[in-house]
Structures are given as structure tokens and as C-alpha cells.
């Protein structure tokens, strides 16, 4: 097994290998601009992992470090899945240092309930108090 790296340096992080999976295989954000992932990238807590000198998982929080974050962009390219690493970037997430004691931490899935779960992720306790400004293609030109 090649040895794992987790990085939150955006520096090391190989954007246009993040742009290709977010914008041509991931299910939210196709058709995302490179320089729409570029400045999510600027404003956000990355998290990539690396299987020796290739990246192979992301994810990123976005956070004001006291209060709240959400959890978004997750993913494992797709040849490397199977092999744990969802849960070695999700373990690294958890753990992070200026992501302790947050009164909300939130996420939206749609196929990987069974993951988030085992960090303590769970329906909300009282949606009924959640709202939304859904724009899922505003990333999109003309949009």
C-alpha cells in the first residue's frame, strides 16, 4: 500500500485535478469554472490526501472556526475507491485542531449517509427550523 498523506496547504493541493473531478464527474458542481475553484479553494479549509505523490481524495469546510462549518466538495477518485480512504480524509477532517467544539457542523449528501454517519453526522434534529437558497447552477455562464 502506497504510504497516505493528508495536507490542508493549499499550496500542495493539485487544483486543476480537483477542477477536472468537480467539474466532469461530481454530481453538484459540473460545469464549475476553474476560477470559481480556485477562490473556493482561498476561502476554505482544504483537506487533500495523497497516495505517494498523487492527489486521490479532497475535501474542503468552509468555516469561521468558532461556530460553524460545512462540510462540501468530498470526494475519492474513482479508481481509488474501496480502499478506505473517504474514511482517513474524513478522520483528518474531524480531528483538525480549529474545527473542535463547533455548536454546528453540517454537510449535504446524497449517497454517503453510511460514511458521515460514523463521525457523528445525522439528520437534522429539527429541520423544520432549516431553510435554503438552492441555486444549484449559478456556477454555470448565463446562469
Do not use: C
Not at 77 to 98: C, D, I, N, Q
Not at 116 to 133: D, I, V
Amino acid at each position: 500500500m502506497e504510504k497516505l498523506r493528508i495536507t490542508t496547504e493549499p499550496a500542495e493541493l493539485d487544483i486543476p485535478l480537483i477542477h477536472r473531478f468537480l467539474s466532469e464527474e461530481s454530481a453538484w458542481a459540473r460545469g464549475i469554472p476553474l476560477a470559481t475553484v480556485e477562490e473556493s479553494i482561498r476561502h476554505s479549509l482544504n483537506f487533500g490526501l495523497f497516495a505517494g505523490a498523487a492527489q486521490v481524495a479532497y475535501a474542503r469546510v468552509i468555516t469561521d472556526y468558532s461556530t460553524f462549518a460545512y462540510l462540501v466538495d468530498v470526494f475519492v477518485l474513482t479508481e481509488h475507491r474501496g480502499k478506505g480512504y473517504s474514511v482517513e480524509l474524513m478522520t483528518a477532517v474531524m480531528a483538525h485542531p480549529r474545527l473542535q467544539g463547533l455548536r454546528r457542523f453540517m454537510l449535504a449528501t446524497s449517497t454517503a449517509h453510511g460514511l458521515y454517519a460514523k463521525f457523528g453526522f445525522a439528520a437534522p434534529s429539527r429541520p423544520q427550523a432549516l431553510m435554503e437558497r438552492y441555486a444549484p447552477d449559478a456556477h454555470l455562464p448565463g446562469a
